[in-house]
């Protein structure tokens, strides 16, 4: 199906930057939509940030202004430029992309994880 490789995370200090990418690769036609969730212990799943394959963004209030994201179609690969960094972003985040597959399959695939830490 669709495998999305994940890499960027780490630790850093509040203030810093780090830069998470995310390979998606497969027997893929278009992909719609990529994005990246996080989840904090104890907390849901929450949206970061969305682009669409046109360029749209969704981004969420708390990483306005500090977060980036960007993609490279032709590559099928997302980045995600966290700058600023708070002890609060820390989570494990996780790729998102939907799209179409061969034989016109729909697809909706989460990449595995990176952890995210800041410390204070």
């Known amino acids: 199906q669709v495998q999305l490789v994940e890499s960027g995370g780490g630790l850093v200090q509040a203030g810093g930057s780090l830069r998470l990418s995310c390979a998606a690769s497969g027997s893929i036609i278009s992909i719609n939509a990529m994005g990246w969730y996080r989840q904090a212990p104890g907390n849901e799943r929450e949206l970061v940030a969305a682009i669409t394959s046109g360029g749209s963004i969704n981004i969420a209030d708390s990483v306005k202004g500090r977060f980036t994201i960007s993609r490279d179609n032709a590559k099928n690969t997302v980045y995600l430029q966290m700058n600023s960094l708070k002890p609060e972003d820390t989570a494990v985040y996780h790729c998102?992309?939907?799209?179409?597959?061969?034989?016109?399959?729909?697809?909706?695939?989460w990449g595995q994880g990176t952890q995210v830490t800041v410390s204070s």
């Open positions: 998102n992309a939907a799209g179409t597959l061969t034989m016109l399959r729909r697809f909706d695939s």
